[in-house]
């Protein structure tokens, strides 16, 4: 499907490839599937969940192999192992240090069952690409409806628990003295997730999902500390990754998966500096060569003075 | 009892032969006492003695394995804005995503379903609750550039914002330095006067509260008691709650600290 993509270097006619229905498809489903990530993503990252969303990004894998083998679209047993996968992790409870090591177990199994599926079939290597790298631009106008659906879903979701997922996920033991359902929420919160994971996962792949959920989120939370504003920031970010990224996997015949990343990776890099150095000029006290004399320690505990 | 009668006439606790078990251990049993409303009372014991799992009880988050609890009147976590909580580790995870006022403002509006933004009323609120503790001037910084005598005061605005009739601090002193420690106490002492919570502290370290206290709910051999602070303050009963000896001595100012005998 990339075939008329495949010449070298700057391409003269980027944006009638622009203009084209695949391209439309994936200029939509892109967009669509960066707001359901930056929807997410700043819960993922408060949460400090992000390991759940890679490993629920590999559970997936299997349901995508094992529905190629079935004759089923690869993305609808993608999502439904990735919900599976979310019900059992947000059950296993709340306690991290557990947590971490129960996920990443079923992380690897998963990851080599779908592996295994993939071996069984004789033409479903390229859904095990799609997978781990994506394939926005394969996005067909059913898909486009369902993603349109799921966003919908999320965003109505998300709107609905809005301020006790907030206060679950900022302060946990507080909110659960005041009554909120913590251990309900984290289910819920994981099965959200999964259902963005599928649909990010179409765009950049298990492999590259992080940069495009969670890397924007970061940026977001740099930036502000008012969590409204970091999940529209963060939003924005994916957004603009994914405009740019395949804009540019136009004009320069590069895997739109790559672009989007190094988007992403680029603007929470600039952010990430500028805000150091300012953080440093500013506050060290006194500081004859700032910068120089606090290091890379986190300035906001070694600045403020005790009391 | 005076104070008491003010709210309603209801003890803030009362425990009706009470005990706690969790993960099919028995933490502690025959709890029967009642803790007057208005007070300030420490829970003390050792390591293990089954502290977190009263407040845990209390708040409603575990049920009591046998006899009945009520807090003030009503069944433990029935009225869920009418407590206040401090927890030990205050937002240790999520401080640098989130400003200090918009914590507080989850006080009162973190268990509301469905998406709004704050009324004008509800931020006021929140302005006036930080302006009672002194953090008017940090509300607008990260929780994680706060100094954690700072964090405490934001902890302390986020437990009173809802009104509560009762405060819960578990250990709000420790990992602070004195200077925070002192300025703490001074807050509570000074809550405690103007807005007459009953105020129930979990501390190790007693001694920079003891001009506060006037009761505490002791875990002393799988059984928690309530007395009078000038009944809990014997070198005997603390030697024997601790398991180590400790005197209590007295300075020529009138004032007492508590010091471990060797």
Same mark, same amino acid.
């Given at each position: 499907?990339?075939?008329?993509?495949?010449?070298?270097?700057?391409?003269?006619?980027?944006?009638?490839?622009?203009?084209?229905?695949?391209?439309?498809?994936?200029?939509?489903?892109?967009?669509?599937?960066?707001?359901?990530?930056?929807?997410?993503?700043?819960?993922?990252?408060?949460?400090?969940?992000?390991?759940?969303?890679?490993?629920?990004?590999?559970?997936?894998?299997?349901?995508?192999?094992?529905?190629?083998?079935?004759?089923?679209?690869?993305?609808?047993?993608?999502?439904?192992?990735?919900?599976?996968?979310?019900?059992?992790?947000?059950?296993?409870?709340?306690?991290?240090?557990?947590?971490?090591?129960?996920?990443?177990?079923?992380?690897?199994?998963?990851?080599?069952?779908?592996?295994?599926?993939?071996?069984?079939?004789?033409?479903?290597?390229?859904?095990?690409?799609?997978?781990? &790298?994506?394939? @926005? =631009? !394969?996005?067909?106008?059913?898909?486009?409806?369902?993603?349109?659906?799921? +966003? #919908?879903?999320? /965003? $109505?979701?998300?709107?609905?628990?809005?301020?006790?997922?907030?206060?679950?996920?900022?302060?946990?033991?507080?909110?659960?003295?005041?009554?909120?359902?913590?251990?309900?929420?984290?289910?819920? &919160?994981?099965? @959200? =997730? !999964?259902?963005?994971?599928?649909?990010?996962?179409?765009?950049?792949?298990? +492999? #590259?999902?992080? /940069? $495009?959920?969670?890397?924007?989120?970061?940026?977001?939370?740099?930036?502000?500390?008012?969590?409204?504003?970091?999940?529209?920031?963060?939003?924005?970010?994916?957004?603009?990754?994914?405009?740019?990224?395949?804009?540019?996997? !136009?004009?320069?015949?590069?895997?739109?998966?790559?672009?989007?990343?190094?988007?992403?990776?680029?603007?929470?890099?600039?952010?990430?500096?500028?805000?150091?150095?300012?953080?440093?000029?500013?506050?060290?006290?006194?500081?004859?060569?700032?910068?120089?004399?606090?290091?890379?320690?986190?300035?906001?505990?070694?600045?403020?003075? !005790?009391? | 009892?005076?104070?008491?009668?003010?709210?309603?006439?209801?003890?803030?606790?009362?425990?009706?032969?009470?005990?706690?078990?969790?993960?099919?251990?028995?933490?502690?049993?025959?709890?029967?006492?009642?803790?007057?409303?208005?007070?300030?009372?420490?829970?003390?014991?050792?390591?293990?003695?089954?502290?977190?799992?009263?407040?845990?009880?209390?708040?409603?988050?575990?049920?009591?394995?046998?006899?009945?609890?009520?807090?003030?009147?009503?069944?433990?976590?029935?009225?869920?804005?009418?407590?206040?909580?401090?927890?030990?580790?205050?937002?240790?995870?999520?401080?640098?995503?989130?400003?200090?006022?918009?914590?507080?403002?989850?006080?009162?509006?973190?268990?509301?379903?469905?998406?709004?933004?704050?009324?004008?009323?509800?931020?006021?609120?929140?302005?006036?609750?930080?302006?009672?503790?002194?953090?008017?001037?940090?509300?607008?910084?990260?929780?994680?550039?706060?100094?954690?005598?700072?964090?405490?005061?934001?902890?302390?605005?986020?437990?009173?914002?809802?009104?509560?009739?009762?405060?819960?601090?578990?250990?709000?002193?420790?990992?602070?330095?004195?200077?925070?420690?002192?300025?703490?106490?001074?807050?509570?002492?000074?809550?405690?006067?103007?807005?007459?919570?009953?105020?129930?502290?979990?501390?190790?370290?007693?001694?920079?509260?003891?001009?506060?206290?006037?009761?505490?709910?002791?875990?002393?051999?799988?059984?928690?008691?309530?007395?009078?602070?000038?009944?809990?303050?014997?070198?005997?009963?603390?030697?024997?709650?601790?398991?180590?000896?400790?005197?209590?001595?007295?300075?020529?100012?009138?004032?007492?600290?508590?010091?471990?005998?060797?």
């Amino acid at each position: 499907m990339t075939t008329h993509l495949m010449e070298l270097n700057y391409q003269q006619n980027w944006l009638a490839i622009l203009e084209a229905p695949f391209m439309r498809n994936a200029l939509i489903g892109g967009t669509v599937v960066a707001l359901a990530a930056g929807l997410v993503g700043y819960f993922i990252v408060v949460r400090r969940t992000a390991f759940a969303a890679h490993a629920l990004s590999h559970i997936g894998l299997p349901g995508a192999t094992g529905a190629v083998l079935l004759n089923l679209p690869p993305i609808l047993g993608f999502g439904v192992f990735s919900v599976g996968g979310a019900l059992v992790i947000g059950a296993l409870g709340t306690r991290v240090a557990d947590r971490d090591v129960s996920t990443g177990t079923i992380l690897a199994f998963a990851t080599g069952l779908g592996l295994f599926f993939n071996s069984l079939a004789t033409k479903s290597s390229s859904t095990m690409t799609n997978v781990l &790298f994506g394939n @926005l =631009l !394969a996005i067909s106008s059913d898909q486009l409806l369902t993603f349109a659906a799921l +966003l #919908l879903a999320l /965003a $109505l979701s998300v709107g609905a628990i809005y301020r006790p997922m907030l206060y679950t996920s900022v302060n946990a033991p507080v909110a659960e003295a005041k009554g909120v359902p913590v251990r309900v929420l984290s289910i819920v &919160f994981m099965v @959200l =997730l !999964a259902l963005a994971v599928t649909m990010a996962v179409q765009a950049v792949g298990s +492999l #590259l999902l992080f /940069a $495009l959920m969670i890397t924007p989120a970061a940026t977001a939370i740099l930036l502000t500390a008012r969590p409204a504003v970091a999940m529209a920031i963060s939003a924005a970010i994916s957004v603009f990754s994914v405009w740019f990224g395949l804009a540019a996997s !136009a004009m320069f015949n590069v895997p739109p998966s790559f672009l989007i990343v190094t988007v992403a990776c680029v603007v929470w890099l600039a952010v990430w500096l500028v805000g150091r150095r300012g953080r440093h000029t500013v506050t060290v006290p006194g500081g004859a060569t700032d910068g120089v004399v606090a290091p890379a320690a986190p300035t906001a505990t070694t600045l403020t003075p !005790a009391g | 009892m005076s104070r008491s009668e003010a709210t309603d006439g209801a003890a803030a606790l009362s425990f009706a032969n009470v005990s706690a078990v969790r993960g099919g251990r028995l933490i502690w049993s025959e709890a029967s006492f009642e803790v007057p409303a208005g007070g300030i009372v420490a829970v003390i014991g050792a390591n293990g003695a089954g502290k977190t799992t009263l407040l845990h009880m209390i708040l409603g988050l575990l049920p009591a394995a046998s006899g009945e609890l009520r807090v003030f009147g009503r069944r433990p976590g029935e009225d869920n804005d009418g407590i206040g909580f401090v927890p030990q580790h205050y937002a240790a995870s999520a401080g640098e995503a989130i400003r200090a006022v918009d914590m507080v403002m989850l006080g009162l509006t973190g268990r509301r379903w469905a998406f709004g933004r704050a009324t004008p009323t509800q931020r006021r609120h929140v302005a006036e609750t930080l302006a009672a503790v002194d953090a008017g001037e940090f509300a607008n910084r990260r929780l994680a550039s706060l100094s954690g005598g700072q964090r405490q005061r934001i902890a302390i605005a986020e437990a009173l914002v809802s009104k509560p009739r009762m405060v819960i601090l578990d250990e709000p002193l420790a990992a602070l330095d004195l200077r925070s420690q002192r300025e703490v106490v001074t807050l509570l002492a000074r809550l405690h006067r103007e807005l007459a919570v009953t105020i129930l502290v979990v501390a190790h370290d007693m001694n920079p509260l003891l001009p506060l206290l006037d009761s505490a709910i002791y875990l002393l051999d799988g059984h928690p008691h309530y007395a009078t602070m000038t009944d809990v303050v014997d070198d005997a009963l603390l030697t024997h709650l601790y398991g180590t000896p400790i005197q209590v001595a007295h300075t020529p100012q009138g004032e007492m600290y508590m010091r471990s005998a060797l």
